[in-house]
């Protein structure tokens, strides 16, 4: 839940003057002061007195409305809170609004307002009729988008208005809040891929070789430490009580690579290719942090995910949750690039070990070659490859053609290969993915149908 801080309004300050109040005058106060002005004018040249004192009225009520209002000395404070902040794309979040009123005098008729992005829906008016001195009004409304995004959320916007609907003065409140939409996320099963390993970590990495008494790293003694870990050799040397550090495996390492290029999707909307491609990477990242990897977000440009680690990859020494945040709240900004092929995210992976998933567009000869030769010396290689041309418009026998070409040099370059069809489930995909990694682990061949096919 976020909250936005309380900020003090007043009712009827100087801020706009004299002036700032006339202009609050609505469509039924202006219409009273002309007719009343020209009620007076009238009845002074006709010498009527009954309609001079009409005319009067007319064009007192008004100007009475507006001094009232002006002078109007009450304090209120406005606090608006998001349940939840952060919501995937096509669900809704609830923005709870509290009014306060913190003077002794009772508020007239209050309309309140928050400034939402159109994408979100309609912009929220409510009405107070009446708030006793330190009493409070709670109110609240959905929002909602199918785009993701970062969509502020106010300022509140409070309204005070003479119980004759003469004049209106409008307020704000300077705070605002920020609610993230992240692409949707989806389950994904857990099957075993290429460079996994069994147990905590890629078994052949450790953070430290224990290969005798001599590659021992000893650390300080601390309290609660077993006494049969001291180790006396560093002891005697450092000459305080010293203990072998217990090993600590490295974690499994997995990269997460997006294709943003502009070039490699069509289409545009919540369903269009790139959007899946986004929600897959998404889904992935997700599912990876779960089982504990180190995972890093990659994009064809060579940028990682602010806020990582070594290299980039987040998660091993930081709460899943959190890292999780953190690279939705990136995907929910991202944007397709201008960039037309995949050298830079080449250049970040070569030398790299570990697992690497990859979400592609449309790939051309060159970028076909590009993405051979980013699988990894170690770790496995899955590559879920979009053909944003049968998202669009259907596929032709051509493209088929040329699109099976591309794929058979991924396979044989040592990826998984996985095409992408429109409306396809990721969860399902994922699943072949592991059949095919079992396969290809145990020595056997899979032909292109095994892959599902571009039919």
Same mark, same amino acid.
């Given at each position: 839940?976020?909250?936005? #801080? ?5 009712? +009827? ?5 004299? *002036? ?9 106060? *202006?219409?009273?002061?002309?007719? #009343? ?42 606090? *608006? ?31 309140? @307002? ?7 829906? =309609? ?11 330190? $009493? *409070?009004? %709670? ?5 909602? !988008? ?25 307020? /704000? ?18 099957? =075993?891929?290429?460079?996994?390993? /069994? +147990? ?11 290969? $005798? ?18 180790? &006396? ?28 290029? @502009? ?16 929600? $897959? ?36 020494? @930081? ?13 929910? %900004?991202?944007?397709? !690039?201008?960039? #037309? ?49 049968? &998202? ?22 040592? &990826? ?13 995909? &994922? ?9 290809? +682990? ?14």
């Amino acid at each position: 839940m976020a909250a936005s #801080g309380a900020v003090a309004v007043d009712g +009827g300050g100087d801020r706009g003057g004299v *002036r700032a109040a006339f202009g609050g005058l609505t469509t039924r106060g *202006r219409s009273f002061l002309a007719a #009343g002005i020209a009620a007076a004018v009238c009845a002074y040249a006709l010498g009527q007195g009954d309609l001079l004192r009409v005319g009067l009225l007319l064009a007192v009520l008004p100007l009475v409305s507006v001094t009232v209002l002006y002078r109007t000395r009450y304090r209120v404070t406005g606090t *608006r809170r998001l349940s939840p902040s952060r919501v995937p794309a096509g669900s809704e979040a609830r923005v709870h609004l509290r009014m306060d009123n913190v003077s002794r005098l009772p508020t007239g008729l209050l309309m309140l @307002q928050d400034r939402v992005p159109y994408v979100l829906g =309609p912009r929220p008016r409510f009405v107070l009729d009446r708030v006793e001195g330190g $009493g *409070r009004r %709670e109110v609240s409304y959905r929002v909602r !988008s199918d785009l993701r995004g970062r969509y502020p959320l106010g300022p509140l916007q409070l309204r005070l208005s003479d119980p004759f609907g003469m004049c209106e003065l409008t307020r /704000s409140f300077s705070a605002y809040d920020t609610l993230v939409v992240v692409p949707r996320t989806e389950p994904l099963p857990p099957v =075993p891929l290429a460079g996994e390993s /069994s +147990g905590y970590g890629e078994g052949r990495q450790r953070s430290l070789a224990l290969a $005798g008494d001599d590659d021992v790293i000893p650390r300080g003694y601390r309290h609660g430490d077993d006494l049969r870990r001291v180790h &006396w050799r560093s002891t005697a040397r450092y000459g305080e009580l010293m203990v072998r550090r217990e090993e600590q495996p490295q974690r499994a390492r997995c990269t997460v690579l997006l294709d943003t290029r @502009q070039t490699a999707y069509r289409g545009t909307g919540p369903d269009s290719a790139f959007e899946w491609a986004v929600s $897959g990477a998404a889904s992935a990242l997700v599912h990876m942090l779960e089982r504990g990897f180190a995972v890093r977000l990659l994009t064809d440009a060579g940028n990682a995910v602010p806020g990582g680690g070594e290299g980039g990859f987040a998660g091993a020494t @930081q709460a899943t949750a959190d890292t999780a945040g953190l690279m939705l709240d990136t995907l929910a %900004e991202i944007e397709q !690039s201008d960039g #037309g092929g995949l050298s830079r995210a080449h250049d970040v992976l070569r030398g790299g070990e570990g697992l690497l998933i990859a979400f592609l567009g449309d790939l051309d000869e060159e970028q076909t070659g590009m993405t051979a030769r980013m699988r990894q010396r170690s770790g496995g290689a899955v590559a879920f490859v979009l053909d944003s041309a049968a &998202w669009v418009n259907g596929e032709s026998p051509a493209t088929r053609e040329a699109a099976e070409r591309r794929l058979r040099l991924l396979r044989e370059a040592g &990826w998984t290969v996985v095409p992408v069809e429109p409306g396809a489930r990721l969860a399902e995909l &994922w699943r072949l993915a592991g059949r095919h990694a079992a396969v290809a +682990g145990s020595g056997g061949t899979a032909g292109p149908a095994g892959f599902g096919g571009w039919a």
